[in-house]
Structure formats: C-alpha cells, structure tokens
C-alpha cells in the first residue's frame, strides 16, 4: 500500500522512519564537522535542571551560556554555573543590563560567580525588559564599568543581531546597532580580554552572509559566534521568532509551514549550517568563526544533533 492509501498518523511515521534510515546513511560532511567543532549552547537554571548529566550529551570543554530571564534568582544562576563549571565545561553567564539595579548588584554578581563558580567569562546584552530596573540600559555601560576588567575576567562577549533589533533601532534600521558594535570593537583594543560577538539565531543563510560581510567591512574585527536555532517542533520555532524579532528570515518558516510533508516533522537546522559551512571553507577569512546553538526544541535535541553533525564527536 503507498502513501496515498494511509491515514495521516501513518503518513507521518512513514516520514519519520525514511528520514531516520536516510540520516543512517547519510555521511559526516567535513566542512559542517569543522564548522560545528567547538560549538557553544544555551542553557537556563529551570532548562538544566532537567538534565541528569550534562557530560553525557556535550563534549568535554564546551563552552555553555546561562541566560539570565527576568525573574531567575541569581542564586539560581550561580548554582547552574557551579554545576557546570564542576562538569568541565566553559561557562559563560548572561549579565543583561537592563535587570542590574546599580554598580554595587553588578560586583556582586561578578563576585559571586567568580568566587562560587570559578567563572571569567561573561556575555553582556542590553536584556529583555523595556523599562530598565535601575542605572544600567545597554552593554555598553556594563564594559565602560571597569568591573569585569578589575575582577580579571579573561572573555567577553556582546551580542550581534543579524537581522537588526528594534529595541535599538526603533525604526528597523540597522544604524544604532553598528554603531554599538563600532563602539564595542574600540573597547577591544582597550582590553586584555578576549572578545567576541555572539548573534541572536536566524533561519536564512544568506542574509547572516551579507550581514558579516557588512559588519567586517566597516571595521568591526571581533570573531562572530552564529546563532542558530537547534531542532524544534515549527510552531515553537515561529514562537520564539516572533517573540525575539526574528524578521526577514522567518520567511524560511512560514515557507516550511506551507509544505504539507515537513510541517508535522520537527525543522533541523542542516541547510543554514551547510550553507554557511561550505561558504566559510571557500572563504577563510569570512568573520563567523563559531556556532552558537539556541536549544528552542530541548538541550538533548541540540546535542545530539551536534553530534550527528561532528565527525569528531561522533567517534569519540
């Protein structure tokens, strides 16, 4: 009996079980291997308290990030950290301005996850809250501090918006967030710090291309860590890219929507890796240096879709 003669939950197993006997298959591509190594992801306290055991899903020195939403005890946070830190893994805590109160809340922080955690590594971003809660409104402010600096923090990452974000640019233009990352790229040769940019996640290729190329071409030399969304179910991705201002690429979405045969099935991001992946091996010198996963669809989904992916890992 084919296709035609099943009912839907039938159709969609059918699906499901040719795309696992394809990816059976389906040899490691070494330039997505090269460009998957050394990924990072994402994590937050109530996401990593589902996992049992962190070291069975990541390879070894990976570096994690803590986002820090709106609300999470700090506590909370630096427990997750300490966790991490205690697995073998690079950890590197969101400080989002707009939730700090002051200077004194931000040493604190600093302190706590120095002190508690063993981190020197931070990931500073303006936050998701409108209204700041105290003196700080952008990442900016947190650099130009000094407190990272004095504590002796040995990384720090800001934050790239491939598509633009309008919490900075309020018209949809792209001009307050190069200036910021104009701004960032002087601080760079100000510091011993190593510094990088890590962008919010994408579904197109092309426009990620054209944005770096962009981005290099006005003088900003920081490395590029690429956001993109792991697998997930297509209506939590089109949740979540609504939500953080996902614009021209969400297109890729609302195509895949209207394919009956991938709708049901969870999206996975291959074509945007390879693309980008084959573009970085044909150009060595183009700015993404890294793969940032956001976990949308569940840490274990990321990690072993990494590993699919990575001939490294997946020998090991």
Not at 33 to 39: A, E, G, N
Request: proline fraction near 6%.
């Amino acid at each position: 009996m084919g296709l035609n003669g099943l009912g839907i939950r039938d159709r969609l197993m059918a699906l499901l079980n040719f795309r696992k006997k394809i990816e059976g298959e389906r040899p490691v591509d070494p330039k997505v291997s090269d460009f998957i190594r050394d990924f990072s992801i994402e994590v937050m306290p109530r996401t990593a308290e589902k996992i049992e055991d962190f070291r069975a899903l990541l390879p070894s020195g990976t570096r994690v990030y803590v986002a820090h939403i709106d609300g999470t005890p700090i506590d909370d946070m630096v427990a997750t950290a300490k966790r991490l830190t205690n697995d073998g893994f690079q950890v590197m805590p969101h400080f989002p301005a707009r939730i700090i109160k002051d200077q004194a809340t931000l040493e604190d922080w600093i302190a706590r996850y120095q002190g508690e955690a063993g981190v020197d590594q931070a990931l500073m971003l303006a936050g998701g809250v409108d209204k700041p809660h105290g003196d700080f409104d952008n990442s900016m402010q947190l650099l130009d501090s000094g407190a990272f600096d004095r504590a002796g923090f040995k990384r720090l990452h800001v934050a790239g918006h491939p598509e633009g974000n309008r919490d900075i640019d309020p018209n949809g233009g792209m001009d307050n967030v190069e200036d910021a990352l104009r701004w960032k790229t002087d601080f760079n040769s100000r510091t011993d710090a190593e510094m990088a940019i890590v962008t919010q996640f994408a579904f197109d290729a092309d426009p990620i291309i054209k944005w770096a190329n962009a981005v290099q071409a006005a003088g900003v030399d920081l490395p590029i860590h690429i956001g993109i969304a792991g697998p997930a179910k297509l209506q939590t991705l089109i949740k979540f890219a609504v939500a953080c201002g996902v614009g021209p690429s969400l297109k890729v979405l609302q195509k895949r929507a209207l394919d009956v045969s991938k709708l049901l099935l969870p999206y996975e991001p291959d074509e945007i890796v390879t693309t980008l992946a084959h573009h970085k091996a044909s150009n060595p010198g183009f700015a993404i240096t890294h793969l940032h996963l956001f976990p949308l669809g569940g840490i274990k989904a990321s990690a072993n879709w990494a590993k699919r992916h990575n001939a490294a890992a997946a020998s090991a």
